[in-house]
């Protein structure tokens, strides 16, 4: 059985009549790094802080370790870490006197457990350094430090790689990995699609407060979003009524030099290539794709222009 | 308790200031100066002739009160003028004089330093809950196993406790330099003042310090709440600082412009200055008294913060 960690229930937030989040429920599983997808303004910040309790719910519940936020808001807490936005610390005081402020709250941190992670985001050379001093990426790393000390089962990073550089992006998804495979519940949110495809397990794509769909990132060839690219010489139009002829049942488009089918099963593959050389066409290509997650998100969330960061589709 | 870590926290938060430190620091140094500076240009054979510089105010005095009674001057004046003869006459019969300094007159002499701790007071206590909100780490602190109001609660406390360490500071400089410059003695030294029937009493100096330094931390925690409060509502540290300042200096412009109004004894500006009742002379408003004033303070209080920690529990945190 899947031992759920975080989940939503009907939630819904309404400010001034206006609806941010819109009877949203999913289910976070143990040991998963799940993420929140969704352009600008889509309402992935909102449900955070509604989960994380910083701002009130309108509607629904949310349960955490199976503690309910609005009835048990202290019991729920107890075992979640996260950084909403931007972690802000406080300037004036080091680096390991901002964690001893974090530690003197949350039961059971040790003085060992704060060198533990201290080392573990690199920052030993740092850390009695006033934080005015740091650098965003050092910020960032104080901020992970801070949410991991009391060993949380539920982790909650919104947009964790704003103003980290690629090898801390790297650096990140790695550690949330290994955090994952000791059971830690990973729950990011983000409008960088590529990103979310690499960090991922599942994702909730999510428009307009409503939850789309929610995709498994490790399975997702399914036979519709499979297509097969032939790269010919010759007459395009011409190949492709051939094959259209033959293949009536078969969904074919032409594109640039290419023609498209959709199919998925080599079979058919190798048949359509054989059918093209029999009618003297030359072809130089074949080619298998698999629909991004970017391009299915751009489909379902229909205006491409609402994810200003990825303009250009990514082939595999 | 974990609990005590949130007051723990606050507490380090606070005196990881420098301005902290300065702010401890200045009024230490403003009463060192000022017993230096006194002692230095002080006259002592001046203070020995004090009955003939009494006898010269008498005079002065007066012929003062003639003009003003010629001149149908303002009552309040005539009135001063008056009291003013009276205690000096008082003072000469009785062999009491009003310039032998004690570290307990030094103590009394002192007593407005507490506007310059209740501006510093102001300022921690705009700052705790409101730049929390602008720096954005209110989200860091929100998020903690801790109900919302434990969270406020601590950070009241600390501002309250912040509020009394200055306070007591200020006491015991004050005592300590009062004492090194004029000695310890003292504690039956006398002042002259008025009964309500307008004649002339003596009260010990030391009743008048004790008095006022407990009216002064009164005066402070309302101060601390309204602040606080301010700073809750707004999230907005200037604002607090403002209000709270102009709550402190202002006020008694504006009672002088309401004093005909029956209800201005209920207005919080009316009751913020107490010291004033300790003897019950030079009071803007006749009507009020002691317990009075403390009764009104306290129901501010208990609904400033009533409305500071509902409003806290309910906001929406978008910082």
């Known amino acids: 059985m899947t031992t759920h960690t975080l989940e939503l229930k009907n939630l819904s937030k309404k400010i001034k009549n206006k609806t941010i989040v819109d009877d949203l429920s999913f289910s976070v599983r143990e040991g998963e790094i799940f993420g929140l997808l969704g352009p600008n303004g889509a309402g992935k910040t909102t449900t955070i802080r509604m989960i994380v309790g910083l701002i009130s719910i309108t509607d629904g519940d949310v349960f955490i370790n199976g503690d309910n936020i609005r009835g048990n808001y202290e019991k729920a807490m107890e075992r979640v870490g996260a950084i909403v936005e931007n972690p802000q610390l406080y300037d004036y005081m080091s680096g390991y006197k901002n964690l001893m402020q974090y530690a003197r709250i949350m039961p059971g941190v040790t003085q060992e457990r704060i060198d533990e992670v201290i080392q573990l985001v690199d920052l030993e ?179 491409g222009g609402d994810v200003s960061e990825v303009a250009v589709p990514v082939n595999e | 308790m974990k609990w005590l870590s949130l007051l723990t926290n606050e507490w380090i938060k606070i005196f990881s200031r420098v301005r902290t430190w300065i702010f401890l620091a200045l009024p230490i140094i403003i009463i060192i100066g000022v017993a230096v500076y006194d002692k230095v240009t002080t006259d002592e054979a001046e203070n020995n002739n004090w009955k003939q510089q009494l006898t010269q105010n008498i005079n002065d005095d007066k012929k003062a009160l003639e003009e003003a009674r010629k001149n149908n001057d303002d009552d309040f004046y005539i009135e001063m003028l008056e009291s003013n003869i009276k205690q000096n006459e008082y003072a000469i019969a009785n062999d009491i004089s009003p310039y032998e300094t004690t570290a307990w007159q030094f103590m009394k002499d002192m007593a407005p330093i507490s506007s310059l701790i209740g501006l510093f007071v102001i300022v921690v206590a705009s700052d705790i809950v409101s730049s929390e909100f602008s720096k954005g780490t209110i989200k860091m602190l929100l998020i903690r196993p801790y109900s919302r109001w434990k969270i406020l609660l601590s950070k009241f406390l600390a501002t309250l406790g912040f509020a009394f360490v200055m306070w007591l500071a200020v006491i015991v400089a004050s005592w300590l330099v009062g004492g090194l410059a004029y000695g310890f003695g003292g504690m039956d030294q006398v002042y002259l003042t008025f009964t309500e029937d307008q004649q002339v009493k003596e009260r010990l100096i030391v009743e008048y310090v004790f008095l006022n330094i407990g009216l002064e931390f009164i005066e402070l925690t309302v101060l601390v709440v309204l602040a606080f409060m301010i700073s809750t509502l707004f999230m907005s540290n200037s604002i607090a600082i403002g209000v709270a300042m102009f709550t402190m200096f202002a006020g008694n412009i504006i009672v002088t412009l309401l004093a005909t109004k029956d209800w201005v004894i209920y207005t919080l500006f009316a009751n913020m200055d107490l010291s004033v009742l300790i003897d019950g002379q030079n009071q803007l408003i006749k009507d009020l008294t002691l317990p009075f004033s403390i009764s009104v303070l306290a129901v501010y209080t208990a609904l400033m913060l009533a409305l500071t920690f509902i409003v806290f529990q309910k906001r929406d945190v978008k910082a």
């Open chain 1, 125 to 303: 050379y740092a850390i009695h350094d006033k934080v005015k001093t740091y650098s965003l990426g050092m910020r960032q790393r104080l901020g992970v430090a801070q949410a991991l000390l009391h060993k949380p089962n539920v982790l909650i990073l919104d947009e964790p790689t704003n103003g980290l550089d690629p090898q801390g992006i790297y650096d990140l998804r790695n550690y949330l990995r290994l955090l994952a495979n000791n059971g830690t519940s990973v729950v990011v949110s983000s409008h960088m699609l590529a990103e979310m495809q690499l960090m991922c397990d599942r994702v909730a794509i999510i428009q307009h407060g409503k939850l789309v769909r929610i995709d498994e990132i490790s399975n997702q060839e399914e036979e519709a979003d499979v297509k097969v690219h032939f790269q010919v010489e010759g007459d395009l139009l011409q190949a492709k009524k051939i094959l259209a002829e033959l293949n009536p049942e078969l969904v074919i488009e032409d594109f640039g030099k290419e023609i498209i089918v959709q199919t998925a099963d080599m079979k058919t593959i190798a048949e359509l290539n054989k059918q093209l050389v029999l009618a003297g066409i030359l072809v130089v290509g074949i080619q298998r794709k698999t629909k991004t997650l970017e391009e299915r998100f751009l489909e379902m969330t229909k205006k």
